[in-house]
């Protein structure tokens, strides 16, 4: 788990309402197929993957709360569900370390299929009335298809932005070092033992 230090939650909160007001402003403005690309999953779970699960559920309920109020919805639909998009790609990153180069794609998508189909099913738990459809269930899986094309480089800008403010992670540190064979004791030769 990485430590909160006031320089990474500054960057956090700059993160979060950056990403939700482009996301209101300009990306919900351009249709792609039918469907709009959704940041905010991304942005969680790239935060979920890079800082642990507090930080990510916390950043998921923040995001969805502040997207919520921008966007008018019923206030807490959004938080509920990426609070637990956020949990969920941070335990991930607590419990599997997951170091390959597409992971964030994988993960990616995962947290925008989760997010669509829980954000669809707290609203009919809520009595909303919506029209489900074969619209509806095209309209994710477009959205799914954009945002798994959107998941890597997002999560590249979100670690190079949350990059400074990250403490070093002694777990990262100590697989590397074994890596480069710095710390092992088998690396030695035979004469380093005697």
Do not use: K
């Amino acid at each position: 788990m990485t430590a909160l230090t006031p320089q990474l939650l500054a960057r956090l909160a700059a993160l979060g309402m950056l990403g939700v007001i482009v996301q209101t402003a300009a990306i919900s403005q351009l249709p792609i197929a039918g469907a709009n690309a959704d940041l905010s999953p991304l942005l969680v779970m790239a935060v979920g993957l890079l800082c642990g699960s507090l930080a990510g559920g916390v950043f998921g309920f923040g995001v969805g709360l502040f997207a919520d109020v921008v966007s008018l919805q019923t206030l807490g639909v959004s938080s509920l569900v990426l609070l637990g998009v956020g949990y969920g790609a941070g335990r991930l990153r607590e419990a599997r370390d997951p170091e390959g180069t597409l992971v964030p794609l994988a993960v990616g998508a995962a947290a925008t299929l989760a997010f669509g189909i829980g954000f669809a099913l707290v609203q009919f738990l809520l009595g909303v009335d919506a029209p489900v459809s074969w619209a509806l269930i095209r309209q994710l899986l477009a959205t799914l298809v954009l945002n798994t094309l959107l998941a890597l480089p997002l999560y590249a800008l979100v670690r190079r932005w949350l990059h400074a403010a990250m403490p070093d992670d002694p777990r990262r540190r100590r697989r590397r070092a074994y890596t480069t064979g710095g710390l092992s004791p088998l690396s030695r030769g035979p004469e380093a033992h005697r």
